[in-house]
């Protein structure tokens, strides 16, 4: 049967979008038969405070819901950084989960996660919110550095990534955009993300 992975993000100005993608990429590339689907969860701003914001339209990526979880076998996590933190959109989907959580339904299943920041907080946003994937017992997969050394240590650009997952370093206006680097690094997590959940469910 073929495995199904979930790419679950927030993105409110695009990066994470672009780096999910990247994701995708790497997934299928190393496992073909796997189904992968990008989500974004559902967003908790008014058009006026986005307007405020500057965001942009958000591209149209089905919104996942708690009861959607369990029917998947590995999950990668997008997070766009809140002061070290995940966003309160991000927060407020992970709130729903409780009735999940309760039954153990993603016990034993696969996580992996990447972030973006304005400044290149990276690993932190990760660490902080392990706690929760721990409590649902879910299996961290991390991206280390051996099957992307030249690009985690390669600082000849500024780049977001670490062996804790992939990351972007969106500029304090979001004016970068992710890099060859960090997309090389996202389509490398993405396709060990896809062997280590195919090895285990095949
Ligand atoms: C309220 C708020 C808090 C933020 N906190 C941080 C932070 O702690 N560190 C950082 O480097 N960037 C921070 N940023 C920048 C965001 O992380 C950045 O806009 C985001 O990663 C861009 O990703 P996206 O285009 O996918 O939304 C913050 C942005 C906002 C709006």
């Known amino acids: 049967m073929a495995i199904k992975i979930a790419i679950i993000i927030y993105s409110m100005y695009g990066h994470i979008a672009t780096l999910a993608e990247a994701e995708k990429r790497g997934i299928e590339e190393s496992s073909p038969d796997a189904e992968v689907t990008i989500f974004q969860v559902q967003e908790t701003l008014s ?38 933190n995940v966003s309160a959109q991000m927060k407020t989907f992970l709130d729903t989960t409780g009735g999940i959580w309760a039954k153990g339904e993603l016990y034993g299943k696969f996580v992996g996660f990447f972030e973006s920041s304005g400044s290149g907080t990276h690993a932190v946003t990760i660490i902080n919110n ?28 500024v780049k977001g990534g670490t062996p804790w997952g992939a990351g972007t370093v969106a500029g304090t206006s979001g004016e970068l955009q992710p890099n060859e680097v960090e997309l090389k690094i996202a389509e490398i997590q993405g396709s060990e993300f896809g062997k280590v959940v195919t090895k285990h469910f095949s």
């Open 47 to 84: 058009d006026e405070i986005l307007a405020k914001m500057h965001a942009p339209q958000k591209k149209d990526y089905p919104i996942i819901q708690a009861a959607d979880l369990p029917t998947f076998d590995g999950f990668l996590f997008g997070f766009a950084t809140r002061f070290g």
């Open 130 to 157: 392990l706690s929760y994937f721990v409590h649902n017992g879910l299996i961290f997969v991390p991206l280390g550095y051996a099957k992307a050394f030249g690009e985690l240590t390669n600082l000849n650009v």
